[in-house]
């Protein structure tokens, strides 16, 4: 229980308890605030505004303000912006990390990864904001010229995750920007701070007044929620969570019709076939099933092994499982660190337990580790797994991976396919025929071939099936937040004026 630290930041003037609305820092009206809690000790860092519809209306109404005239900011300005946002969170990425690790129990080095890869999409946008062409489409009519212009959608509500603070961020208010838009963000009440840094560089770097606002709620997250969706003047919403929220906000959102994306839920496939190299299929399986402790939503969630290389692929896998350094965030050498909360690791025991109890073989871990705190659970392998087991159904968000068995092509894939959402899918293969043949045939939105790690800022990220839609991050992104608007002018065939004189003097 020693892994309490309070971090030392250069700038201790990052760590706001206050929302951010209309360019100033203000408490909930209601003067209601909440906890935030150290995953790794389990012992109170600070605390935050509950906010409530009254709160999020007023956000709405500031930013539904401010969309007037920031949506006639040309793209070289919003450039500019994200830009200058962008080199903020460069010079101040340690301070922003030590905030992750903080209040989300990541370890430093990961968090430092978390932000570069948070800044990249700010960098990425910035890049995208002067680049919104419209098209010149040949018409049917010979008269009429038409043409398309890209217009912002308006006011956006954006909710965002604890597992990515910063990214997720970042990669929804990046293209809002870029496109027009101005936003009002719902931090996760797990992790609100590093949404609320990154809100003060947003200050420094110069956003106008009411372009960018962060609210936050922990109890109230329901209420928030609805409060978005159900305002007309918020015209779309993004959410990245669970499938079961994602399908609320989309019927909450149907009654004024708004544009929505959603990226939800995953329970990725991770498939090693017989003529794979085996290190670097291990080497990334590893990546792709315990990166965050394997707390993100593209996460291998099932591994399928051929029959053939399944002994040694365990056998390999677990060696290497076995080499995680846990404890807290902050302590050197540390690469795997809590969950997020008690409910989390209730979860992940529960997982392992019923895997157990179906005949699953535990090969390491497979229990809670009190000594370093109340969230932690051990790096877990367990084999000889079945389809009837809970992770091969549902998504553990957490440290356990299952190596499930299969013996062909198509049993795999069809195994993989069972699955009602569709986010990610991995394989490590070195037959290029068979590289294309699977990768078409996964069921999800993103596939990775012979690599672990799949999320780029130029890369299109989303899903299928009950995972969403929409994609973020990639020239892709900004779509999600324009509206396409035809301009059809008529009567343009006539001959240039003075012609029939010039005719008639013939």
């Not at 609320?248 to 990226?263: G, H, R, V, W």
């Not at 013996?407 to 025929?433: Q, R, W």
Request: glycine content about 10%; hydrophobic content about 40%.
């Amino acid at each position: 229980m020693g892994n309490h630290i309070v971090p030392k930041l250069q700038d201790p003037t990052l760590i706001k308890e206050a929302c951010y609305v209309n360019g100033e820092w203000i408490q909930a009206k209601s003067g209601k605030t909440f906890q935030v809690d150290d995953p790794a000790s389990g012992k109170i860092i600070g605390k935050a505004p509950e906010c409530n519809k009254e709160d999020t209306d007023n956000a709405v109404e500031v930013a539904s303000e401010a969309f007037a005239s920031y949506r006639k900011t040309s793209g070289r300005e919003r450039s500019k912006l994200l830009r200058r946002w962008y080199d903020l969170i460069v010079e101040n990425t340690e301070d922003l990390a030590k905030i992750i690790t903080w209040e989300q129990g990541k370890p430093l080095s990961v968090a430092r990864g978390e932000m570069a890869y948070a800044a990249s999409f700010f960098e990425w946008f910035s890049e995208e904001a002067p680049r919104n062409y419209g098209d010149t489409i040949q018409a049917t009519v010979p008269g009429n010229r038409v043409f398309t212009i890209h217009e912002p959608v308006g006011v956006c509500g954006l909710i965002t995750p604890w597992n990515f603070p910063a990214a997720m961020l970042t990669r929804k208010i990046g293209p809002a920007l870029a496109a027009g838009c101005t936003v009002v963000t719902k931090a996760p009440g797990e992790t609100p701070y590093s949404s609320l840094a990154l809100a003060e560089l947003g200050h420094r770097a110069g956003v106008p007044k009411g372009v960018v606002n962060v609210i936050t709620a922990l109890e109230n997250t329901a209420k928030v929620g609805n409060a978005l969706t159900e305002n007309p003047n918020v015209r779309k919403i993004s959410f990245t969570g669970s499938t079961r929220v994602g399908k609320l906000l989309m019927k909450q959102s149907a009654d004024t019709l708004k544009k929505t994306s959603f990226e939800l839920g995953g329970n990725a496939p991770l498939i090693v076939f017989d003529d794979a190299t085996l290190d670097i299929a291990v080497s990334g399986a590893i990546a792709s099933k315990f990166r965050g402790s394997g707390q993100t939503c593209v996460c291998a969630n099932r591994i399928y092994v051929q029959k053939g290389i399944y002994d040694t692929f365990a056998e390999k896998f677990t060696e290497q499982a076995k080499s995680f350094t846990v404890g807290g965030g902050y302590e050197d050498g540390v690469d795997f660190g809590p969950l997020i909360h008690d409910r989390a690791v209730s979860k992940v025991d529960a997982q392992v337990r019923d895997a157990e109890k179906k005949g699953g073989r535990v090969v390491l871990g497979g229990n809670k580790m009190p000594k370093y705190g109340p969230n932690f659970f051990e790096p877990t392998v367990i084999t000889g797994m079945t389809m009837d087991m809970q992770l091969a159904q549902e998504e553990t968000f957490g440290p356990v991976a299952g190596l499930f068995p299969f013996e062909s092509e198509h049993d795999v894939v069809k195994m993989a396919n069972t699955a009602e959402v569709g986010l990610a899918g991995y394989f490590f293969t070195n037959d290029l025929k068979r590289a294309y043949r699977v990768a078409e045939a996964l069921e999800v939105g993103m596939v990775g071939v012979n690599t672990g790690i799949i999320s780029d800022a130029a890369a299109p990220f989303g899903g299928v099936k009950l995972s969403g839609f929409g994609r973020e991050g990639s020239k892709y992104g900004i779509q999600d937040y324009q509206i396409i608007k035809t301009v059809t002018m008529g009567g343009m065939n006539r001959p240039l004026e003075g012609m029939e004189d010039a005719i008639h003097k013939l």
